[in-house]
């Protein structure tokens, strides 16, 4: 029996732009446009209805940008949340790391190729964090200065010593093989140390973990 296609909302205001998307997403057998809209607030409104599995998502658009649609559709509290996918132009947008913030799975360029495209909506779809750790730590890295620390200490943080060390292997890029390495432990082990990081601070996945570190002062 073959699973459903994975239903994708594609948003952003570049009609030129949202038709390749599109177009490249329809033609996989795995794939179905649920819907297509130009302002966040149409995305808002659509998920709604349309219940996506995935939303592709720009960042600058009118009405109500990428950020807040994200924050509205995947952030803190959302009692359904919709897994994001952000799609931008990294060197002209500072807001990536508000997007990850914000509650989106993931990061990817315009300039990405179709693969790249295809395999970040399927990555996302999972529950999966679509950056690899290095991505993640470079990606975060580039904006660690914008970052405002929350409220708290790094003592703050409900974790074990053992914990901690595995969450700050994370933000320092490290992948699940090379932490294990690093610690002498299972590559198990690290993924059970993952999923109690995850479940104990409420986080979604390694890109909300990294971001985490930052904000409470557990990478410089």
Known sequence: MTSPPIRVLVCDDQVLIRTGLVTIIDAQPDLEVAGECGDGQAAVDLVERLRPDVVVMDVRMPVLDGIEATRLLAGAGVPHPVKVLV??????????????????????????????????????????????????????????????????????????????????LIAGG???????????????????????????????????????????????
């Not at 490290?174 to 299972?186: D, Q």
């Open 174 to 220: 490290l992948s699940n093989s090379e932490i294990a390495a690093a610690l002498v432990i299972s590559q198990e082990t690290v993924k059970t140390f993952v999923s109690r990081i995850l479940t104990k601070l409420s986080l979604r996945d390694r890109v909300q973990a990294v971001v985490y570190a930052y904000r409470h002062g557990l990478v410089a």
């Open 87 to 168: 799609v931008t132009t990294f060197n002209l947008d500072e807001y990536v790391y508000e997007a990850l913030r914000a509650g989106a799975s993931g990061f990817l360029l315009k300039d990405a190729p179709p693969a790249q495209l295809l395999h970040g909506i399927r990555t996302v779809s999972t529950g999966a964090a679509l950056l690899d750790p290095e991505v993640t730590r470079k990606l975060v890295g580039r904006y660690a200065a914008r970052i405002r620390p929350a409220e708290g200490s790094p003592q703050d943080v409900p974790l074990t010593p053992r914990e901690l060390e595995v969450l700050n």
